[in-house]
């Protein structure tokens, strides 16, 4: 059976920076997880960020919390620990947040802590593509779906 990597949050786990959850109600990830198809992993939290913890933003090539702090090395680690994960369990495809820093695969806030959304990857989302994952966001469900019944 093929596993799915998931991003812990949208299975109902508090590690968001603000403690708070985006879970994703969906009959799709029930099924997969009673299957025991789904791996929960949150990269920043695996990168050693605690919950709760300062929101963080891309600018540049760096990552930044609200503080002003430089958090790049914890997302950096969470990402090659997620990488790692896969490689374990010849995990092919990742379902993850869309619009984090980490996870986002699409678009990520701008940098300016204002919720502004622009084209573009967050760390994870960006090396797991690099190494082949399929890395699909939780509005792609029914594409995970087909790819999987393949």
């Not at 503080?67 to 993850?96: M, Y």
Request: aromatic content about 4%.
């Amino acid at each position: 059976m093929q596993k799915i990597l998931v991003s812990s949050c949208l299975l109902g786990a508090r590690v968001r920076y603000d403690g708070q959850t985006k879970k994703v109600g969906s009959t799709l990830l029930s099924t997969w997880q009673e299957q025991g198809r789904l791996i929960t992993f949150c990269p920043e939290v695996e990168g050693g960020l605690s919950v709760p913890r300062a929101a963080a933003e891309i600018q540049g090539h760096h990552v930044v919390n609200i503080e002003g702090e430089d958090v790049t090395q914890a997302f950096i680690l969470g990402a090659h620990k997620a990488l790692a994960l896969c490689k374990k369990h010849q995990i092919r495809i990742a379902i993850l947040k869309e619009g984090s820093p980490s996870c986002g695969l699409s678009q990520i806030n701008d940098g300016t802590f204002q919720g502004i959304k622009i084209a573009g990857q967050g760390i994870t989302a960006r090396l797991l593509l690099e190494h082949g994952i399929d890395v699909f966001n939780e509005h792609q469900l029914h594409a995970v779906k087909q790819l999987i019944e393949q």
